[in-house]
């Protein structure tokens, strides 16, 4: 199984083009995406987790590390999953397929698996990048997440300086996105195969950005299109809102060239990026120099700190 497919935030008009585009570009993979069942809640017993507001009930997963000690702080990734799927299959793919659950018993960080809402007549879950100041679960999903946060961080003794947001595609913008608004709660986002929606960034936080994408994904462009931003113009408004410099730019190749490493280092933050020649729309788990993406990933984030 492969995975293809204050500051308010005032969003800039390519939202509403781009989020028109996101359903016909991403809908027909959908089924691909989530094992063809986006129309069930298959979250497992016992690590199914649910936030409730009002006639509102939302989910997620949480993955306890097998090692976690109480009495231990302990950080905390969020990974975020595509357009029209779910927690399940993503962390079934993701968590287990390409070992990120092992290599979160082994290093002792929690993962949780937040699940996109399903707006009335919509069919897809989604995420909605940017901050539309609501405070409504299923309206607002910077909202949810902070109330995701918040539940967590009541039952476990989570590090609040090494909470960090991941996603895949549709999920991978919406990490953008909580870097850009909540850089104050996490200390860096990123993805694989994914873009950013432009919008107003709380400029006194500097989230450290970590991001992978194949040259040949053809729904979102690595050069971008009409509706979505290109790759390197997403680093370098995050190398510029971070307050970097292009100068700081060092560039690495392995694997006899199959893949680019751009590094943008500051005295606060990161900047990183994979380029994968050939590499398609997914959560990409081929080892590069010797190491896999999932482990490439914690390598950068763990030294991170607010």
């Known amino acids: 199984m492969i995975w293809q497919h204050t500051n308010i935030t005032v969003l800039r008009p390519l939202w509403a083009w781009a989020l028109l585009v996101l359903f016909t570009l991403l809908l027909a ?4 995406n989530n094992g063809g069942t986006e129309d069930v809640d298959p979250l ?3 690590d199914r987790r649910f936030i409730r507001q009002g006639e509102t009930t939302r989910e997620y997963l949480l993955q306890v590390p097998d090692n976690y000690i109480v009495t231990e702080l302990a950080p905390l990734i969020l990974n975020l999953h595509g357009y029209g799927g779910n927690a399940e299959d993503y962390r079934e793919y993701v968590g287990g397929e390409t070992g990120l659950q092992l290599l979160a018993d082994q290093r002792e960080f929690f993962i949780a698996y937040p699940q996109a809402y399903m707006q009335e007549g919509k069919g897809d879950r989604y995420w909605q ?3 539309n ?10 909202y949810y997440i902070e109330q995701l946060l918040a539940d967590i961080q009541a039952e476990y003794n989570i590090d609040e300086e090494q909470v960090f947001a991941l996603g ?3 999920g991978g913008m919406m990490a953008y996105s909580l870097g850009c608004n909540r850089g104050d709660v996490f200390a860096a986002v990123g993805g694989m195969a994914t873009t ?3 919008e107003e960034c709380n400029k006194n936080h500097t989230p450290s950005i970590i991001a992978f994408h194949g040259a040949d994904d053809s729904v979102l462009p690595y050069e971008g299109n009409v509706a979505w931003q290109a790759v390197p113009d997403v680093m370098e408004f995050w190398v510029d809102h971070n307050g970097l410099s292009t100068q700081d730019l060092q560039s690495t190749t392995y694997d006899e060239g199959a893949v680019r490493h751009d590094v943008y280092t500051g005295e606060n933050a990161s900047v990183e990026l994979y380029t994968i020649q050939g590499g398609g729309h ?3 788990s081929k080892n590069i120099d010797g190491r896999s993406p ?3 990933l914690w390598d950068f984030l763990e030294d991170i700190r607010l």
């Open 29 to 32: 993979q959908a089924c691909n």
């Open 44 to 46: 497992a017993e016992g």
């Open 129 to 131: 990048p940017g901050d």
């Open 133 to 142: 100041g609501k405070q409504d679960i299923a309206l607002n999903d910077i």
């Open 168 to 170: 895949f595609s549709n």
């Open 196 to 198: 950013m929606i432009p």
């Open 282 to 284: 997914v959560w990409f």
């Open 294 to 296: 999932n482990e490439i």
